[in-house]
T-cell receptor, first 113, second 114 residues
Framework: NAGVTQTPKFRILKIGQSMTLQCTQD?????MYWYRQDPGMGLKLIYY???????DKGEVPNGYNVSRSTTEDFPLRLELAAPSQTSVYFC????????????FGSGTRLTVV | GENVEQHPSTLSVQEGDSAVIKCTYS??????FPWYKQELGKGPQLIID?????GEKKDQRIAVTLNKTAKHFSLHITETQPEDSAVYFC?????????????FGKGTKLSVKP
């Protein structure tokens, strides 16, 4: 049972480039989330999904897009990368929305230069 | 919407001592409060949680207490060990905004000195 798998683990982007952060879970969880973690700032919710085909904005969605075509996958797309998007990105999933433990992936460290 | 404040931001203790991390929340309707431990280079991992109908919960050396009236909850770690060194996050379930998702505190970096 792999849990939540994120790829890549590290990436350096140039300003204006785009990329997709991949997230896959094998626990048949309906709920999935993308967070970014900046030093001393905790975890901020970017986007979340309550099931295949349904996504919604979190606290800091600007500059990002998501899709949820299957229960397992929840990719995060960065268009026109900016230095402000330098962060560590975590994908998570849960069985219930916010009332059970989240399972987090190991993160993607992104640097935009 | 929900807001979670966490204190202290850093905490250093001697091995064997106790450590206490405190969080306050703003939404009185919040009903679920988990704690996560994040080791260096890893994602956060759930270590204990408490629901609003319970005042205290223990799991070996860790315990969580909840005071709904004061809207605060705390993590207690007894007999600390070097492997307890990590960043700890509290969270609360937002009932109003964000469709019931977890809102996280900013984290506490705990260092346990041998």
């Amino acid at each position: 049972n792999a849990g939540v798998t994120q790829t890549p683990k590290f990436r350096i982007l140039k300003i204006g480039q785009s990329m997709t952060l991949q997230c896959t879970q094998d626990m048949n969880h309906n709920y999935m989330y993308w967070y970014r973690q900046d030093p001393g700032m905790g975890l901020k919710l970017i986007y979340y999904s309550v099931g295949a085909g349904i996504t919604d904005k979190g606290e800091v969605p600007n500059g990002y897009n998501v899709s949820r075509s299957t229960t397992e996958d929840f990719p995060l797309r960065l268009e026109l990368a900016a230095p402000s998007q330098t962060s560590v990105y975590f994908c998570a999933s849960s069985y219930y929305q916010g009332s059970s433990g989240y399972t987090f992936g190991s993160g993607t460290r992104l640097t935009v230069v | 919407g929900e807001n979670v404040e966490q204190h202290p931001s850093t905490l250093s203790v001697q091995e064997g001592d106790s450590a206490v991390i405190k969080c306050t929340y703003s939404d009185s309707a919040s009903n679920y409060f988990p704690w996560y431990k994040q080791e260096l280079g890893k994602g956060p991992q759930l270590i204990i949680d408490i629901r609003s109908n319970v005042g205290e919960k223990k799991d070996q050396r860790i315990a969580v207490t909840l005071n709904k009236t004061a809207k605060h909850f705390s993590l207690h770690i007894t007999e600390t060990q070097p492997e307890d060194s990590a960043v700890y996050f509290c969270a609360a379930r937002a009932v109003g905004g964000s469709q019931g998702n977890l809102i996280f505190g900013k984290g506490t970096k705990l260092s346990v000195k041998p």
